[in-house]
């Protein structure tokens, strides 16, 4: 059977699923925009929290959005985050400029989150890559973003401020599209780490060994 075949099977039985684990829990979904791949020294110039996408020139107005945000959430809900390659791109791209612009992203040590990317690359695709708009294909989820990561650089350069917030906020549109055809293996994957953590709460770890 094909990797592809045993993908659509894998979905199928998954719509199928319904579980009852005894847990609840408030997703929110991030996403970040940045004028390079090099935490040292690209900026963060867009972050997306939920249905909103903040977007500024200064990158410390778009870190406090963002910490504020997610600790005010934190204090009120059983908050977890939500994203696509978070684990090895947006959660540790965040801390590092936070720590460049003199910010204390601690708050990130105590919030549990969900990388998408990991639970799909792990229980239905065996594959150490997929990327997001291979995924919305397999699932048959409309796209209608005409922009990808890779034009931020341009559209930035160009002055189109609103069309980098567009697409983020349709970032965020795409992986909660995502997490619902998926939501009973984040589920899944969330009690696991309960029980593989009971004594405290989930930080940035290496998923992959999990």
Not at 17 to 40: A, C, R, V, W
Not at 101 to 111: A, C, E, R
Request: glycine fraction near 4%; include cysteine; aromatic fraction near 12%.
């Amino acid at each position: 059977m094909s990797r592809l075949l045993s993908f659509d099977k894998k979905m199928m039985n998954l719509k199928n699923i319904k579980l009852d684990l005894g847990i609840s829990y408030m997703p929110i979904f991030f996403d970040i925009e940045t004028l390079g791949l090099n935490p040292s020294e690209d900026k963060i110039i867009c972050i997306g929290l939920g249905d909103k996408a903040v977007f500024d020139k200064n990158e410390e107005v778009v870190i406090s959005y963002f910490l504020d945000t997610v600790s005010e959430y934190s204090k009120r809900y059983n908050l977890v985050l939500v994203g696509y390659f978070n684990y090895s791109f947006d959660s540790p791209y965040i801390i590092s400029r936070a720590i460049a612009n003199g910010f204390n992203p601690s708050i990130l040590k105590y919030v549990r989150q969900i990388d998408i990317h990991h639970i799909v690359s792990k229980y239905l695709y065996r594959s150490k890559y997929i990327g997001m708009n291979t995924l919305l294909k397999r699932l048959k989820i409309e796209n209608d973003d005409e922009f990808t990561g890779s034009d931020v650089i341009w559209l930035y350069n160009a002055e189109r401020y609103d069309d980098i917030k567009l697409h983020c906020l349709k970032d965020l549109k795409k992986l909660e599209e995502v997490y619902k055809q998926v939501k009973p293996l984040v589920d899944f994957e969330y009690f696991l780490r309960l029980g593989k953590d009971a004594s405290r709460k989930v930080g940035i770890i290496d998923e992959t060994k999990l």
